[in-house]
């Protein structure tokens, strides 16, 4: 891996991992790069047993020397595990349905192996972030970059809204929702545009705007 991937396969999500219920001890991590976030799980929770799903086949054979077992396999084909159904206490998808080119397909298809009491996990990014639709509204640009919302690589965009109707008509239910943000605060043109969109009748028009990505947590309808 060049210096660049190996960054990239390496986050172990501490904000994901945390919706993680403490009592789930078989955990799925869909993508789950070189392993990071499910070796970070494993050695805060004892007895945790994380199973992986990769594409990439140098990450999927780091995740192997730290993880319980890794299929590597295309998402966007995948329609079987090698699991007993219903087996999973929680799926973990951290930055990756965005990749796909049909998110919600690979959520019913897992739907099997996810217990009835199971959790659903959910990281995705934000596309009405003030970072997307200034330059949008106001330079008529839409630019894809190597990282970030704009991934050249991503294939779907979510907003909230969007991102919740996709859970229920995959038979889930949203139990929660929480955002991260950029460290640094907006420009003085976001509150301007959050003005102006209350004055045509939105709600939480700031809030949206500055939400980077979405954390979401779920369960079976």
Known sequence: MSPQEDAYFEFDRPEVRALVPEGARRVLDIGCGAGALGA???????GTEVFGLELFPDAAARARERLDG??????DELDDLPHERGSFDAMVF???LEHLHDPHR???????WLADDGALILSVPNVGHW??????????RWHYEDAGLLDRT????FTLTEAELMLRDCGYKLASAASTRLPTDPPP???????????LGSDGARQRLTAYQYLLLAHPA
């Open 40 to 46: 970070a799980l494993r050695e805060e929770r004892e």
């Open 106 to 112: 690979l959520l019913r298809v897992l739907r099997p």
């Open 94 to 96: 951290g930055d990756v």
């Open 70 to 75: 890794v299929l590597e396999a295309n998402l």
């Open 131 to 140: 970072s997307v639709v200034l330059p949008l509204l106001t330079k008529d």
């Open 189 to 199: 043109a976001v509150d301007h545009l959050a003005k102006f969109l209350s004055a």
């Open 154 to 157: 991503h294939v779907h965009f």
